[in-house]
């Protein structure tokens, strides 16, 4: 069975990155969102196995929308993405609930763990 992926990133590029390193078996596009208001919206319509969240984003910031979805859902699993320097907004996001998270500019070898680490696969 498939593992439904949405991924939620303000920038375009950024999102298509990430898909293009993770649509692969066992993975599939559920959707996507540019804001943290769109993500808490889009995930209580798709229910996805897991968000790929990026910190900063206008609206409402990853760290809230985790919160916010982790309400909905206390079992979401939520992978958040960061730039360079934003250790301490990475560990906010943990404590909210993220279960893991990975570092722009992206390294395949690292998506690929966390990808393991929280889906299992």
Excluded at 67 to 89: F, H, T
């Amino acid at each position: 069975m498939a593992i439904k992926v949405m991924f939620v990133d303000d920038s375009a590029f950024m999102r298509s990155i990430l898909k293009g390193i993770i649509l692969r078996e066992p993975f599939e596009l559920a959707g996507e969102a540019s804001s943290g208001q769109e993500a808490v919206e889009l995930y209580r319509k798709t229910k996805p196995d897991l968000v790929t969240m990026d910190i900063v984003m206008p609206e409402m910031n990853g760290i809230d929308a985790v919160k916010e979805i982790r309400s909905i859902d206390p079992e979401a699993r939520i992978i958040m993405v960061s730039a360079m320097g934003q250790q301490g907004m990475v560990i906010d996001a943990i404590q909210a609930g993220a279960r893991d998270f990975i570092i722009k500019p992206f390294q395949p070898p690292r998506i690929q763990e966390a990808l393991k680490r929280v889906t299992g696969n």
